[in-house]
């Protein structure tokens, strides 16, 4: 089927009335791009990011804009004349609701159900990991076959703080550890390790829709909820998922932003076993020197440092807890 994207510019005190008058003709599914929305939430969740892409910043630069899908049909065309019918008694009514212009695309489904899956190919990562997008067909040719479908959390493996993480996990992880994923939105690190050998994982992300997204993934590559355990939840602070994740982890993987990895660096090194390894990414480079000090801090050697295409991954070892004891 055919459909036909509609998008409405206004200005920032015209957003609720379009809204509104849309809704009153049944046309719902809207998609709001509002640039003080986009700096608002920037700025609310500065903990959770280090970097915005400047494109996407500026093409957020002034806009104010309404779009939805109509068919491309009788009924479809009926909707839109509706709208435009609405819109014109809007501009009439509220001339400070300008601009008011209605534009239209024609796209077939694919283009915008699935056009995003166009970008995501198989990849080789490291000397062991082929990463396949659920939707594409691949011969490992030896390597461990890992599958993957995003949906909409992070994670296919094409950022480079994601490979970082996983060239660091195939040297790493050995049979029978136990690994914590912190963050872990589509799941592929800990899908990873136990791919790799691992016994046992816990998985654990701030957005709910990681956890159905990653027992998916889980599932596309045959690992079951006996050894995978996914929960949504803030590992700082919520005391029930805490409990549940317990301790004693051989490897413990975060591949977040630089403030969550400082803020988690004390309480990691509760979570591992003497001697077990902390992988921390996501860390962009005008910080990478802040977090390592960080790290070390709170107890850590840095064994491994990674970096790709300005972004920064290291591989830490906790320090045995007689490590500063000086004998008599």
Known sequence: MKWLA???????AGLEPVETALSALGIDGLVIEDEADF???????RQYWDYVDEELSQSMTGKCRITFYAEDSEAGFGQVAAARIALAKLKSEHPEYAPLLMTVDGVEDADWENSWKA?????EIGERLLVIPDWEEADPHGRVALRMNPGLTFGTGSHATTRLCLTALEKTVRPGMRMLDLGC????LSIAGLLLGAESAFACDIDEKAV???FENAALNGIGRERYTVRAGNVLTDTGLQKEMGAGYDIVAANIVSDVIIAL????????????RFLASG??????EEVRGALEAAGFIIEETGSSEGWYGFLCRREKEDAHVVSP
């Open 6 to 12: 509609l998008h409405i510019d206004t200005s920032p």
């Open 39 to 45: 700096r608002r939430f920037l700025e609310q969740n």
């Open 119 to 123: 970008f995501y190919k198989p990849m």
């Open 185 to 188: 939105g589509s799941g592929i």
């Open 212 to 214: 159905n997204v990653a």
């Open 265 to 276: 660096a004390p309480a990691v090194g509760r979570l591992l076993k003497e001697e077990g």
């Open 283 to 288: 860390i962009i480079d005008e910080r990478a």
